[in-house]
Structure formats: C-alpha cells, structure tokens
C-alpha cells in the first residue's frame, strides 16, 4: 500500500520533469540552429542512385586487340550527334571519321586539352578539323583535362584510358569500354556542356 501511495505522489514530479525537457528543447532550438550547432554541410549528405545498368557493354584492350576499328565504327554509325572529349588527339583515321560524320549531316564538337594547341601533332588534324567546320574547344581551367571520350546519338559512350592517338592503338597498353545505355550517355553530355561552357575556341 505504501509504495501504490509512494507512486502516485511521484506521477506530478514525474510529469514537470517531461514538460520541463520539452521546453527546454523548444527554447533551446533556435540557440543550437543560430550557431550551426544542428548544421549538416552538404557534402555530408549523400544522395542514394538508383544503379544504372547498361543495355551492352564490350571492352577493348591494346596492344593485344586492335580498338581503332572499334571507335571508327562507333563513329561511322552516328546518326545525329558526336562529341568528343580527349586530353591528346593526333589520331588521323579518327579525324577522317569525324570529317565524313559532320559531311552527312551529324552535329560533333570536341573539348581538347589546352596543351593540344602547341602540339605539332595535334595542330595537324585540329586545323583540318577547324578548316571543315567542326566546332573545337580547349579546356584551360584546370591544370590537365585529361578526359577521353565520346557519346554518339546520345545513346552509346566509349571511354576508359585510350587516347585519341596513334600510340594509343599501337604502341601503348590501353584499356576502351563501350557502353550501350542513355541513362549513362545522358550523364556524359551533362559533364560535356559544362566543360563546353569553360573551355575556349582556339583564337581565345
């Protein structure tokens, strides 16, 4: 009976504490929120992707697997669209590709490296690129673009560590992935305009 009495004395102390605390937080907020103390920077807060998983996918490795024919069928085969970023790009058959694509009507435009407009080289095929229209950026706000890709028609990428060179196909080892998805092509050309909106056409 004593402790029944004892436990219905402590139900009043029982409730201010609980209102107490409740207060206390609500007074409380506006300190913690004014001096960042609830603050989550945003980096903190990663968004959860749904995984994105490609149609086909094929890989290709130099010096044992010729790519080139690879990237010059992948070009071949563009019906409206080709951009192109690279970090070296001395390659002739591709710019031959490149030429024959915009000629039939594809829309393509490139981001180079801004060490590509003092290479002896790349200056070759860019100004041949230059002299039939087709549109060529270089990257100078970074230290490196060291970008190698292309999407075509918004639908396939190739990417991977292959440079847009002769050595690349012939004398380096090499790695290019072919990617058939436009849920991950859609992605690329996303990054392809804002590197177009920073880079600058070679008379800049």
Request: charged residues 20%.
């Amino acid at each position: 009976m004593k402790l029944k009495k004892l436990g219905n004395s402590l139900q009043p102390i029982r409730l201010l504490v609980a209102v107490s605390i409740f207060v206390a937080g609500v007074l409380s907020y506006p300190v913690l929120l004014k001096h960042n103390f609830l603050y989550v920077p945003p980096e903190v807060i990663v968004p959860v992707a749904a995984p994105v998983v490609p149609e086909s996918l094929d890989v290709c490795f130099t010096p044992k697997q010729s790519c080139l024919p690879k990237v010059i069928k992948a070009i071949d085969n563009a019906k409206s669209s080709i951009v192109l970023l690279g970090y070296s790009f001395t390659s002739k058959p591709i710019t031959q590709a490149l030429i024959k694509a915009k000629n039939r009507g594809v829309k393509v435009r490139m981001i180079l490296d801004h060490s590509q407009r003092s290479q002896k080289y790349s200056m070759q095929v860019i100004d041949l690129l230059l002299t039939e229209k087709i549109p060529i950026r270089f990257d100078h706000s970074v230290k490196i673009a060291h970008n190698k890709i292309i999407v075509l028609d918004g639908k396939q990428t190739v990417t991977g560590s292959y440079n847009w060179t002769h050595s690349a196909e012939f004398k380096n080892a090499e790695n290019l992935v072919f990617i058939n998805s436009p849920k991950v092509a859609q992605q690329y050309c996303i990054y392809f305009e804002g590197r177009w909106k920073v880079s600058k056409p070679q008379k800049d």
